[in-house]
Nanobody, 114 residues
Framework: QVQLVESGGGLVQPGGSLRLSCAASRSIFKFNAGGWYRQFPGKQRELVASITIGGNTVYAPSVKGRFTISRDNAKNAMFLEMNSLKPEDTAVYYC????????WGQGTQVTVSS
C-alpha cells in the first residue's frame, strides 16, 4: 500500500518560485513513470508534468520553460520546481504515477497573488 504526500505549496507573489515535494511510502517512481497534476476550483485534475522511468520529461504548454520535474529514487520522492509563477498557476497540486495506480494524496495548495 503506497501512500503519497504532497508538500511545499503556499502563497507567493507573481514571479516567485516554489518547490513541491511528493513523498512515497515505498519505492514506486524507480519502477513507474510519475507525474504532477493540478486541479483548478470546479475543474478536472490535469497533468502538468511527467517523468519516465528513463528520465524523459514532458510538460504542459502552459508551464513549459517555467516548471521542472525531477525525482530522487533513493528517497522515493518526486519534485516540481516552479519558477516565474503566475496567478493562473493557482491550484491544488497532486502527484501520482502516470497510470494513476495509487490513491490520490491530499494535494498541496499553491496560490499566486499580489
Amino acid at each position: 500500500q503506497v501512500q503519497l504526500v504532497e508538500s511545499g505549496g503556499g502563497l507567493v507573489q507573481p514571479g516567485g518560485s516554489l518547490r513541491l515535494s511528493c513523498a512515497a511510502s515505498r519505492s514506486i517512481f524507480k519502477f513507474n513513470a510519475g507525474g504532477w497534476y493540478r486541479q483548478f476550483p470546479g475543474k478536472q485534475r490535469e497533468l502538468v508534468a511527467s517523468i519516465t522511468i528513463g528520465g524523459n520529461t514532458v510538460y504542459a504548454p502552459s508551464v513549459k520553460g517555467r516548471f521542472t520535474i525531477s525525482r530522487d529514487n533513493a528517497k522515493n520522492a518526486m519534485f516540481l520546481e516552479m519558477n516565474s509563477l503566475k496567478p493562473e498557476d493557482t491550484a491544488v497540486y497532486y502527484c501520482n504515477t502516470l497510470s494513476n495506480d495509487l490513491n490520490w494524496g491530499q494535494g498541496t495548495q499553491v496560490t499566486v497573488s499580489s
